[in-house]
Structures are given as structure tokens and as C-alpha cells.
């Protein structure tokens, strides 16, 4: 296999793709079903054709390209991942996945090798969620768990709805469900993805092989007080839900910590109503995002923080609404899929390492219900979703090599 030819296949396709966004030299802004992401969708079919793919684009923006095995009965190999960024986000998020996926087209053409199993690329429309506040929606599309009412539900910053956004891109909302593939039609799903983290970059490892996406429960919670002055309400006579919000927030990060499993929890976002220094609050807002590879502290830490609300926002004498706006349970990735790319790895010297992401992606949607393999190649620094976010593209190449060998595996099986 020629690393060089690979390396600048790939560095050739990327750069090109850095054309495709609404911020020129602020990074990557390519939301979903914008003239940005049609540019990226037609450069991406473009390249599908020429590494000999069938294409296809279907009803809720995916790209697909098809390399025919000779038995169509069997479940697909699938490989891919997003083309949508967030706003002045980087150009490797996603879309490297994406290069990774039709370079591995590429090398099973030009190894002449006969597929069994019909090899898919995928380009998955709007993973990040960021113009409607949702995410996975193409990956999601293609497990039939979207639908017209879906679309008419989430509106973006314009208030304009997804059905919309999709009518405008050429797309019609109405026949999302089509979208859909067969149950048992995917056989397994690999994804390239930079890791967005700095433990690759700080201990110098090569690859690391994925072995669990965290699961992720996400809360707004509101607590209700009494707006009153701040100099002449005695401390025993207010009902202030600033006082009572941060009894509990101290408390969350230790939570996470006292797991002693990598578990996180973050307030990422307290508001106070009205928000003037001289008005006890009458209300105060706040995010609570937990992230964990075990089920059970997620289930352990969202108790503790409803324990706690009743507790101090009773002691108070208010009230509180909490509403969980997110819950996807954990994804242990596939454990056969995993040896075989330590033997890759094993096989061509790279260093490597077992680790789990705590960022979402496309295999933590796919994942629940698909056999999955995940690989992430180094971010320089751990900078992600900003500009100055980098991975060599040489890294990329070693990434392509490994999915290559693990794809020729399958798909001849
Ligand atoms: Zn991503």
C-alpha cells in the first residue's frame, strides 16, 4: 500500500473541502441543508464517482457510495461519518471520517479485491445538531428514527423548522422515513474520526482504538424563588433560588469525581432572573451534562441531583421543574472488530492505545443497534470545534491503511 499516494489523495480532497464554508478564514461553518453543505454534498458525490461508486443521496441529505459485493444478500459493510461542522469549527471534525471512508473505497478498487459484502461510504448530514439544537439526524434517518413531525418540531435561531431547511436544500421532508434501511441491512459500521481530546497528542500515540462512547444524560433545571430587594429582605425572610441552585451545583463536579471512572458532569450554563445585583433572584437556571461509559453513574448522579434540588430548594421554601433534554445510554463498541485493528496495528508498528470517547459521534447513534468499530488519530493539542483544530494528514493515511485492512476482512467474509 503506498502511504505517500494515500496521504496526498486525502490532503488533496481536505483542503478542497475547506472551500465550503460560510466563515472564509474563521474556520469551518457548514451547517446543514445551507448552500456550504450542498457545495461539500456535490464535491463528495464527485469523489464517491470517481473512486467507481454508485451513488446516492437520500431523503434526509446523506451521501451514500456503493461498491456491489457479489452477494447482495449479505448485511453491508458501512464506513463514514459527518460532513456538517459546528459554527468556526475545524476542517477534520466529521468530514475527515468522510475522506478516510472513500480513500478505503479506493484501496479495495485498486487491491482488486472482490467483495463478498457490498462496501458503503457514508457522508451523514447535520451530527452536530448545531443549527436546529438536535444532532444525529442524518444517522439517525438511516435507523428510521425520524420522521415529518420530527422535522416540523426543531426550528433554528430564524425560526425556521428542519421541514423547511429540507424543502429549501431539495429535499422533501415528507419522505424522511424513507431514509430508513432494512433491519439487519448493515452488517457492521466503521468510523475514522479525529479523537477532539488530548490524550493521543500528549502521550504520542499513533491510533486509538476505541472501546466505549460515553452515555450522556443532559438536564435544564429551573428553580423557582421570590424576587425581593437585596437590602431590606432579612436572610431569614427571602425565598432566593440563587442561594438554593448553587447548594446544589457546588456539589455535581464531586459527584463525577467520586465515581473515580473517567465519569464527567458539567454546569456549562447558569442564567439568574431578572439578574440585577441589588434583586434577590426569583429564578435561576442551569444545565447539568453528565457523561459516563456506565450506565449506572449516570443513573447514580442524575438521583443525586433531583436528592438534592428536593432537599435545598425545600429548605428554601420554592420550587424547581427539571427537564431532561438528552439520554443515550452508552456504546461498547465491538469487541472482535477491536482485536482485529490491534493486529493491524501490531502489524505496521503504530502505536496505539484502548481509550473511550467522551464526545458523541455518528457510531454512538448507529452503535445501538449496529456492530461497531471506532478509531480516532491524534488532534494536536486537544483543540477541537475552533479553528485552530489540526491532525497531520499523513495520521489520516494510517487511519485509512487500518480501516482498509479491517473492511478487506470483513467484506470478503
Ligand atoms: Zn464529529
Known amino acids: 500500500m503506498n502511504k505517500e499516494l494515500m496521504t496526498k489523495r486525502i490532503s488533496e480532497n481536505l483542503e478542497h473541502l475547506k472551500n465550503f464554508t460560510a466563515t472564509p478564514n474563521k474556520g469551518c461553518t457548514r451547517l446543514p441543508f445551507t448552500k456550504e453543505a450542498r457545495q461539500a454534498a456535490n464535491y463528495l458525490k464527485t ?11 437520500d431523503e434526509a441529505g446523506n451521501v451514500f457510495g456503493f461498491l456491489r459485493g457479489t452477494d447482495p444478500s449479505l448485511p453491508c459493510v458501512m464506513m463514514g461519518s ?20 472513500i480513500e478505503v473505497a479506493r484501496q479495495i478498487k485498486e487491491k482488486n479485491i472482490i467483495p463478498k459484502r457490498t462496501f458503503v461510504t457514508a457522508a451523514f ?45 431539495g429535499l422533501d421532508p415528507e419522505k424522511i422515513e424513507n431514509a430508513k434501511w432494512k433491519d439487519n441491512s448493515i452488517g457492521y459500521f466503521l468510523e475514522a474520526h479525529i479523537e477532539q481530546g488530548p490524550v493521543l497528542d500528549a502521550e504520542k500515540i499513533e491510533v486509538g482504538l476505541v472501546d466505549c462512547i460515553v452515555g450522556i444524560d443532559r ?45 464527567v458532569a458539567t454546569v456549562g450554563y447558569i442564567k ?30 442524575s438521583a443525586k441531583l433531583h436528592d438534592a434540588l428536593e432537599r435545598e430548594v425545600g429548605a428554601m421554601g420554592g420550587s424547581f421543574d427539571i427537564q431532561n433534554k438528552l439520554a443515550i445510554t452508552p ?69 485509512a491503511l487500518i480501516m482498509t485492512e479491517l473492511a478487506e476482512q470483513l467484506i470478503t467474509n
Open 219 to 263: 438536564y435544564m433545571v429551573t428553580v423557582h424563588g421570590r424576587s425581593d430587594h437585596a437590602g431590606t429582605t432579612p436572610m431569614n425572610m427571602r425565598l432566593d433560588a440563587v442561594d438554593a441552585a448553587t447548594k446544589v451545583i457546588y456539589k455535581i463536579a464531586d459527584w463525577a469525581r467520586e465515581t473515580n471512572d473517567g465519569s
Open 82 to 101: 459527518h460532513f456538517d461542522s459546528v459554527v468556526n469549527g475545524g476542517d477534520y471534525d466529521g468530514i475527515a471520517g468522510v475522506i478516510c471512508a
Open 272 to 301: 439568574t432572573i431578572p439578574g440585577g445585583m441589588n434583586i434577590v433572584a426569583e429564578a435561576c437556571e442551569f444545565t447539568v451534562d453528565i457523561r459516563s461509559r456506565n450506565v449506572k453513574n449516570l443513573e447514580d448522579i
Open 125 to 169: 448530514c447535520d451530527e452536530e445538531g448545531m443549527r436546529f439544537g438536535t444532532g444525529y439526524f442524518g444517522s439517525g434517518a438511516i435507523l428510521g428514527n425520524r420522521t415529518p413531525e420530527y422535522c416540523r418540531t426543531f426550528t433554528d435561531k430564524d425560526d425556521i423548522t428542519i421541514y423547511d431547511a429540507m424543502k429549501e436544500y
Open 331 to 399: 456504546v461498547h463498541l465491538h469487541k472482535p472488530m477491536l482485536n482485529m485493528m490491534e493486529e493491524i496495528c501490531k502489524k505496521h508498528n503504530f502505536s496505539y492505545r484502548y481509550m473511550h470517547s467522551g464526545a458523541g459521534h455518528d457510531a454512538l447513534e448507529i452503535g445501538q443497534v449496529v456492530p461497531t468499530a471506532m478509531l480516532f488519530v491524534p488532534s494536536k493539542d486537544g483543540r477541537s470545534h475552533c479553528m485552530v483544530e489540526h491532525t497531520e494528514y499523513s495520521d489520516f493515511a494510517k487511519a
Open 47 to 57: 469523489l464517491m464517482q470517481e473512486a467507481g461508486l454508485e451513488v446516492k443521496e
